[in-house]
């Protein structure tokens, strides 16, 4: 039964990292599409988006799943990795690497998602201060009153009216 807990699981991961290798791949390919505006890539990436999540998506109902399974056998179900754990030594043993290397690639996806995400809020703050600029024609509009009816301070304490 350890054998058959051991397959599920390293076939379980064999398709995470496939998906976290393509992804990995597909965020630098739209961090370099977001960087020189390529708007027609964009779109085709899109479509491979939704394709590497649909896949992710699986995943975590795989995953969901072999706890689900573990639980009804009164095995450890809080991770994969306490699964792994509580097999035999011999099968834990590889289970362990890729578990941690599955991990290490999760968090790197973590941190080039965030990058990406930065790097869109920037360009539409840039954006939003040009329409801005655009707008007003340059000139820079008081946030309080008039123009004319600040004094010669022009703090809001020193405003009349």
């Known amino acids: 039964m350890a ?19 393509e992804l990995l791949a597909f965020l630098a390919e739209k961090r370099q ?17 939704r394709q590497l999540v649909g896949r992710l998506q699986a995943c975590q109902r795989r995953r969901q799943e072999l706890l ?7 095995r450890p179900a809080g991770s994969l990795r306490s699964l792994a754990k509580s097999l035999p030594a011999q099968e834990s043993a590889g289970l362990e690497s890729q578990l941690s290397a599955a991990a290490e690639r999760s968090r790197i ?6 990058a990406n995400w930065v790097f869109v809020q920037r ?5 939003t201060r040009m329409l801005e600029i655009i707008a007003t024609g340059g000139r820079i509009e ?8 600040l004094g010669p301070g022009g703090a809001l304490v020193d405003q009349a009216a």
């Open 68 to 74: 689900a399974e573990a639980a009804r056998e009164s």
């Open 109 to 114: 996806l973590q941190h080039q998602s965030l």
């Open 3 to 21: 054998t058959l807990w051991e397959s599920e699981i390293a076939t379980f991961l064999n398709d995470l990292t496939s998906v976290q290798e």
């Open 33 to 49: 599409s977001l960087m020189a505006m390529d708007r027609v890539r964009l779109d085709e990436l899109h479509v491979v988006e």
């Open 123 to 127: 360009t539409l703050l840039y954006l």
């Open 142 to 149: 008081p946030t309080y009153g008039r123009r004319e009816a």
